[in-house]
């Protein structure tokens, strides 16, 4: 099987997988009071350490164990010694080997398909900075998942898994949290097609300890594991709970305010910068510096922020707090090209996806070509971003991420960013003014050679400028006022 066949074809049986994986683990951990889970067996300690290896090691990983297991007189033991050998000789014994690929190979081949994809995305690099704030759960979160509580590969498997599956679905199916009720709590929340939910109960079935240990709850597996996820958080303080949920906001997995306060009726895509507001120094949006890079899940919007043609009355209530962008959102608000998520609500500070962006480029200068097509593997045509994909790539503006697709759910760069507005202005001959000095930033090094020529335009245009300290921060992502604000300069040199 192809690698590229194999990766496209997962998308919908992936997200069945992982998310059975992933709640598998998520029962198991967040209170002591709460952990009823059966002893850390082989094949998920395997699944934990393979998706922490290097990107190389695992796709060769990957790509052999896909080979192996498509030879039906495969024999396990040498597969498990080559491998062993080869990739966790000090992380997995010999027996475990056998046992982990046993179940491995157990598994139907949408099964192993779902495997692999998730193998081939590698482990989440999440934020760290509020780890002390609630080092309790995620002391239990690493204990529960790799069996050693000071070892970050659980929570970093954890994240990975909620990542994995909003991006394997193409963004249309996902759990995310929210404020709860009281606000004081969380909630986990299920959006998408409920035959998916099904799909994903049914597959739970083969779990036996745990769906027993479930249905004190009902009789859905996937709506008990839900209710037993909110029950186990909502044990421990109350101050434990919010830092909690800031450090899942800083990860993209938490919508709304995590201060105690009713949340937004309509929430938006989930954010990275922990709420915290655009800082003083850069004169397109005053970038936020952040550790994050393009490696993130699909925050779809909601509301209008779709391929239509609506255009919204105007009256965002929680954009006063940004000045310097409040005329771009209002007047790309005006013609259309951006909408709020409901009841007055613009969540500015939320970050932006690679779709939801291109959606704002192709419809601020009306690219949109009816006859466009898209052939990116994580494209699905009949989702609201395809007809800005694929005119966008049509006119030459994106080429996707290198590997056949365009990166769905991703949250954008700084330097894709650029590098797609100078994209546009190249192909609408547009004449971008040399106005600033270059600068040669400290982290040069850190800028893709790709996206080299396109940030200098941009800066020399004064579109998108440094982050402060004389760094770009080119792996930053970009928030949704940040977005609307370059969106503005460029069309008022178009």
Aim: net charge negative; with cysteine; hydrophobic share 40%.
């Amino acid at each position: 099987m192809g690698k590229i066949f194999k990766k496209a074809i997962t998308r919908h049986i992936a997200f069945v997988i992982v998310f059975c994986f992933m709640f598998q683990i998520v029962i198991m951990t967040i209170s002591n009071q709460y952990v009823y889970a059966m002893e850390i067996n082989a094949f998920q300690k395997f699944m934990v350490e393979a998706l922490h290896l290097r990107d190389t090691p695992r796709n060769n990983m990957t790509d052999e164990l896909d080979e192996y297991f498509m030879n039906e007189e495969f024999d396990i033991n040498v597969i498990a010694q080559d491998i062993q050998n080869k990739y966790f000789s000090n992380l997995l014994t010999y027996n475990e080997a056998v046992e982990a690929l046993t179940v491995f190979s157990e598994r139907s081949e949408g099964g192993k398909l779902g495997l692999y994809a998730l193998l081939y995305e590698g482990a989440y690099n999440y934020n760290r900075d509020r780890e002390n704030d609630c080092a309790n759960i995620l002391g239990v979160i690493n204990e529960a998942i790799i069996g050693d509580a000071q070892n970050p590969k659980g929570i970093s498997t954890l994240i990975t898994l909620f990542k994995g599956a909003e991006k394997i679905s193409g963004g249309n199916t996902r759990v995310f949290a929210r404020n709860g009720n009281p606000v004081t709590d969380i909630e986990f929340v299920f959006e998408g097609k409920a035959s998916d939910k099904s799909s994903v109960s049914e597959a739970m079935n083969h779990f036996t300890s745990l769906v027993e240990r479930l249905a004190v709850y009902g009789s859905n597996n996937f709506d008990n594991l839900l209710s037993f996820a909110e029950e186990t958080v909502n044990s421990v303080s109350k101050e434990e709970i919010k830092a909690f949920k800031y450090f899942l906001k800083d990860n993209g997995i938490y919508e709304g305010d995590p201060e105690e306060k009713p949340p937004v009726i309509s929430p938006g895509p989930g954010s990275n910068n922990g709420g915290k507001n655009p800082g003083p120094q850069d004169n397109i949006g005053k970038d936020q510096p952040k550790d994050t890079t393009e490696q993130e899940g699909d925050k779809k919007d909601t509301e209008q922020e779709k391929d239509t043609d609506a255009k919204p009355t105007i009256a965002f209530k929680d954009i006063d707090h940004i000045p310097w962008a409040i005329e771009s959102i209002n007047v790309l608000a005006q013609k259309g090209v951006i909408s709020g998520m409901g009841d007055g609500i613009f969540a500015p500070d939320d970050n932006v996806t690679r779709e939801q962006f291109i959606r704002m480029i192709v419809y601020a200068f009306d690219l949109i070509d009816e006859e466009a097509e898209a052939d990116f593997f994580d494209v699905d045509k009949e989702a609201w971003y395809y007809k800005s994909i694929a005119s966008a790539k049509k006119h030459g503006i994106t080429e996707g991420v290198g590997d056949g697709s365009f990166g769905v759910g991703r949250e954008i760069t700084r330097q894709d960013m650029c590098v797609m507005l100078y994209r546009l202005s190249q192909q609408l001959s547009i004449e971008l003014p040399e106005t600033n000095k270059i600068i040669e930033f400290i982290d040069a090094d850190d800028i893709a050679e790709y996206a080299n020529v396109s940030i200098r335009k941009m800066q020399q245009a004064g579109i998108l400028n440094g982050v402060g300290e004389n760094r770009f921060a080119p792996l930053n992502n970009a928030t949704r006022a940040q977005a609307a604000r370059v969106i503005y300069l460029m069309l008022s040199y178009n």
